[in-house]
């Protein structure tokens, strides 16, 4: 098993910036990779971004890339999501997510998740 969980969320202005981090325990040698996913009230779980845990490009949804960068620390087990030039369609729960075998942009694809994190971004 593994258990996931994220930090940083907080309410910030429409062109800011924030930091989300997510740690990792467990059976995280057998992980392969770890994304975020973001949702909205009264939306669907969408994919933000993923990262495997052994090398290879990061992989963004259209409308955060060039803003949001995701990397990992393997040393700590630990993922960030670094969000810059939010704006409010930005603001959601965000969630950190892994799996063993693969990555999907379809949420229901992933194994272990965390409790998520708020972000609201409004002026």
């Known amino acids: 098993q593994v258990q996931l969980v994220e930090s940083g969320g907080e309410l910030v202005r429409p062109g800011g910036s924030l930091r989300l981090s997510c740690a990792a325990s467990?059976?995280?040698?057998?992980?392969?990779?770890m994304g975020w996913f973001r949702q909205a009230p009264g939306k669907e779980r969408a994919f933000v971004a993923a990262?495997?845990?052994?090398?290879?490009?990061?992989d963004y949804a259209d409308s955060v890339k060039g803003r949001f960068t995701i990397s990992r620390d393997n040393a700590k087990n630990t993922v960030y999501l670094q969000m810059s030039s939010l704006k409010p369609e930005d603001t959601g729960v965000y969630y950190c997510a892994a799996d063993n075998n693969h990555y999907n942009y379809n949420y229901l694809a992933w194994k272990y998740w965390g409790q998520g994190t708020q972000v609201t971004v409004s002026s």
């Open positions: 467990g059976r995280t040698f057998a992980l392969y990779a």
């Open positions: 990262i495997t845990w052994t090398g290879g490009s990061p």
